[in-house]
């Protein structure tokens, strides 16, 4: 089980910093990832780490300012510069099988990804 928090308010060019803990398990073998989806759009991918951990890849729309990482049993998503467009729900996922070109070129392909969080609110005012 998945479970996202750390969302809320920020002025634009602030920082949030997302958790996602897992519970039952750990993040050992598997890939995550952390989506979005903001009102009225699709869901879109923000970033995924594999599950070696030594890929990482982010959409070019937070490029330089999120930054993801992990321990053991709970993922990280520091997010700087905030900007309006990156008000969404944020969502947390995980999955054991995705890994080297798979991973590589369809990881923002949501629907490939095993487990969800819940969601978390961030709200970027301007």
């Known amino acids: 089980q998945l479970q996202a928090s750390g969302g809320g308010l920020v002025q634009a060019g602030g920082s949030l910093r997302l958790s996602c803990a897992v519970s039952g398990d750990t993040l050992d073998y598997y890939a995550i990832g952390w989506w979005r989806q903001a009102p009225g759009k699709e869901r879109e991918g923000v970033a995924c780490?594999?599950?070696?951990?030594?890929s990482t890849y982010y959409a070019d729309a937070v490029k330089g300012r999120f930054t993801f990482s992990f321990d053991k049993n709970t993922m990280y998503l520091q997010m700087d510069s905030l900007k309006p467009e990156d008000t969404a729900v944020y969502y947390c996922?995980?999955?054991?099988?995705?890994?080297?070109?798979?991973?590589?070129?369809?990881?923002?392909?949501?629907?490939?990804?095993?487990?969800w969080g819940q969601g978390t609110l961030v709200t970027v005012s301007s």
């Open positions: 996922a995980t999955d054991s099988d995705l890994q080297g070109l798979r991973l590589r070129t369809s990881w923002q392909n949501w629907w490939i990804w095993d487990y």
């Open positions: 780490i594999s599950a070696s951990g030594r």
